[in-house]
């Protein structure tokens, strides 16, 4: 048999760390947050299957895409895009369901390192200076423990180098649920909650603002205007969904 010894501890062999390491798996699976199969490698936090079939929409690389046009004439953005498809029901439902309610903000961190090196391109021909995650108000936010859409940030600014910075913009205002309001009533729900923190300067910086899921832009447009009018040089948008309407 093949030993491993390590200073200070008894030697074991690899039949016996093999079957320990078996012996955790059954008490304490690592469960794809997409699917539910165990069927996890180690290094990853998502099963092959569900990382193969992510609904990729290639926005990144896609002039006038469907969310570049959601903002036409609402709001002055450089640029926008979308990772992925929304689509209920699916594994990346699920996975944002656990980023935003399962406590699990390494997936998070996760997703967002998936976005980074989706967009390693997007950066470089947008010159994005600074990345800001969408804010979560003071009291969701520590009812949840974090911010999944700062969460997003470090991972995208971990692949890509990109600063983040989390208190650039702070939301003043607990706003009700948008999920089932219209278009309209989306907007005016939060047309005036966000303000800027003068603990930071945006101007003549050129921005990507981040969130986890686009469904009419509402809260994204309100927050982007607050940095257009306090002088960015250019405001881009991402997330890592997009709801199809």
Known sequence: PIYLVCAGVSTVSVGTVNAIEALLHLLFPKVCPGCSSDQVDKEQM??????????????????????????????NIKSACSIFYYIVDTPLQ?????IKYKNQPELGIYMGEIMGHAMNNFFST??????????????????RGYNQASLLCRGISTITGAEYH???????????SQTKKTRLERWE?????????????VADKHILLVDD????????EACANILIKSKAASVSICSL?????
């Open 213 to 220: 899921v686009i469904t009419t832009g509402a809260s994204m």
């Open 46 to 75: 998502i099963c092959a299957d569900c990382l193969s079939n992510l609904p990729y929409t290639g926005f990144q690389n896609i002039r006038d895409n469907s969310i570049e046009k959601l903002f036409w004439g609402r709001c």
């Open 166 to 176: 989390d208190e650039m913009v702070i939301r003043k205002e607990h706003t009700s």
């Open 94 to 98: 699920h996975i944002i369901h656990h």
């Open 126 to 143: 947008h010159e994005i200076d600074l990345i800001i995650p969408m804010p979560l108000h003071l009291k969701k936010e520590y009812q």
């Open 189 to 201: 729900n939060v047309a005036e909650v966000f303000c800027l923190n003068d603990a930071y300067s």
């Open 241 to 245: 969904a997009f709801t199809i309407q």
